[in-house]
């Protein structure tokens, strides 16, 4: 069985702070997303990363994918209220069943 | 362009009862999987339809059963149903060998 961790499950800062959340496996994964989730909405695709040692930015949150391909961190600089969600990693093998991680609850206070 | 919908929103049902939810693919893709999502954690996979086919299941009792249409739409059945079956369940389209995207899901609760 093939299982994400991710950590911190929790976490509540200030605006203008920087976080990091982590994506971790012992199983490797051809491919890895990262999705945020209002409340009562489905997820939406922030990244998808393939190649090991991948980074990926997308304005204020940087990607990466680890050389082995088992583990990936999302970055955020300076978050905003508007980054406040759940914040998920999910792996997979092409379009097969994406393997999701466990959340990272995001709270950013103006 | 219409993302991915999915129908009802939000549904009521007591225990025992049977459900089915639907779901419309985002345009140009022909692959649906399902997920379940508990509260608090992360979606669960039910299963993938690739040309009306059950192509892939996750670790779900026969009670979870689904279809896909011509058209590429699906709908997920869930059979005597137990409140352990409350959750926010997500349909998810692809092009197959694709990323996949999220419809905003249909919140069942089982009373």
């Known amino acids: 069985t093939q299982l994400l961790e991710q950590s911190p499950q929790f976490l509540s800062i200030q605006e203008g702070e920087n976080l990091t959340v982590y994506c971790n496996s012992s199983s490797v994964f051809s491919s890895l997303q990262w999705y945020r989730q209002e409340p009562g909405e489905g997820p939406v695709l922030l990244v998808t990363?393939?190649?090991?040692?991948e980074v990926k930015k997308l304005k204020r949150l940087t990607f990466q994918f680890g050389d082995a391909r088992k583990d990936s961190s999302l970055h955020i600089t300076a978050a905003q209220p508007g980054d406040t969600g759940l914040y998920l990693c999910a792996g997979g093998r092409n379009t097969d069943k994406l393997i999701f991680g466990t959340g990272t609850r995001l709270q950013v206070f103006p | 362009d219409a993302g991915v919908t999915q129908s009802p929103t939000h549904l009521i049902k007591t225990r025992g009862q049977q459900v089915t939810l639907r779901c419309s693919p985002k345009?140009?893709?022909?692959?649906v999987s399902w997920y379940q999502q508990a509260l608090g954690q992360g979606p669960q996979f039910i299963f993938q339809y690739y040309e009306e086919e059950e192509r892939q299941r996750g670790n779900f009792p026969d009670r979870f059963s689904g279809h896909q249409f011509p058209n590429y739409s699906s709908e997920l059945n869930v059979n005597a149903l137990l409140l352990g079956d409350s959750a926010l369940y997500l349909c998810?389209?692809?092009?197959?060998?694709?990323?996949?995207?999220f419809g905003p899901g249909t919140r069942l609760t089982v009373l």
């Open positions: 998810a389209s692809s092009s197959l060998r694709d990323t996949q995207y």
């Open positions: 345009s140009g893709h022909d692959t």
């Open positions: 990363v393939v190649t090991g040692g």
